[in-house]
């Protein structure tokens, strides 16, 4: 994966959570905080101009001088690209697909939530074609059940980004 699309995927996935974080390490050894906090380096919004700016081939691609991204703040790793983050005392699982918005709504159609009150909200990113997932329950015994429906939603749409991916696409 590319230092381009490893920021833009981090940014879908961080622009939409508030308290969210993203840090970068560059290869030169810098790091740089990216988050609302006022002593951070750049916003998230910031960050995602960056990255849009750098798809255009008529200015610099910023995003190579970075070595290593990883998301935090209120996004908690779990591992599997699955972060957890809890609002007003309800727990989320986010994720973010490399997929148009209709390609991840169709994958969670298929997958079995296991409980009625929890809910899948997709927040695409049309500019950098992907989409965050945030898989969430308004009832506090459903909570459970919320890695077991985020891991199988992610596998599912990582499996759909691998299928609908083109032959000569960069791996």
Same mark, same amino acid.
């Given at each position: 994966?590319?230092?381009?699309?490893?920021?833009?995927? +981090?940014?879908? =996935?961080?622009? %939409?959570?508030?308290?969210?974080?993203?840090?970068?390490?560059? *290869?030169?050894?810098?790091?740089? &905080?990216?988050?609302?906090?006022?002593?951070?380096?750049?916003? !998230?919004?910031? =960050?995602?101009? &960056?990255?849009?700016?750098?798809?255009? %081939?008529?200015?610099?691609? *910023?995003?190579?001088? &970075? +070595?290593?991204?990883?998301?935090?703040?209120?996004?908690?790793? $779990?591992?599997?690209? &699955?972060?957890? /983050?809890?609002?007003?005392?309800? #727990?989320?699982? *986010?994720?973010? +697909?490399?997929?148009?918005?209709?390609? !991840?709504?169709? !994958? =969670?159609?298929?997958?079995? %939530?296991?409980?009625?009150?929890?809910?899948? /909200?997709?927040?695409?990113?049309?500019?950098?074609?992907? +989409?965050?997932?945030?898989?969430?329950?308004?009832?506090?015994? @459903?909570?459970?059940?919320?890695?077991?429906?985020? $891991?199988? @939603?992610?596998?599912?749409?990582?499996?759909? #980004?691998?299928?609908?991916? %083109?032959?000569?696409?960069?791996?």
């Amino acid at each position: 994966m590319t230092s381009y699309d490893r920021l833009r995927l +981090a940014v879908v =996935l961080a622009h %939409p959570v508030e308290g969210a974080s993203v840090e970068l390490e560059c *290869w030169d050894g810098q790091r740089l &905080v990216v988050s609302a906090h006022p002593a951070a380096d750049l916003t !998230v919004c910031q =960050l995602r101009q &960056v990255v849009l700016a750098s798809a255009r %081939p008529d200015q610099p691609d *910023w995003t190579r001088i &970075v +070595a290593a991204v990883s998301v935090g703040g209120a996004l908690v790793d $779990l591992g599997a690209g &699955v972060y957890r /983050r809890r609002e007003r005392g309800l #727990e989320q699982r *986010w994720f973010v +697909a490399d997929l148009v918005p209709d390609g !991840v709504a169709a !994958v =969670l159609r298929e997958i079995d %939530p296991g409980h009625h009150a929890v809910e899948a /909200r997709v927040v695409a990113d049309l500019d950098l074609g992907a +989409a965050a997932v945030c898989i969430q329950t308004t009832d506090r015994s @459903a909570s459970g059940s919320l890695d077991r429906v985020a $891991l199988d @939603a992610a596998t599912a749409c990582l499996v759909a #980004e691998l299928v609908d991916r %083109p032959a000569s696409a960069p791996h």
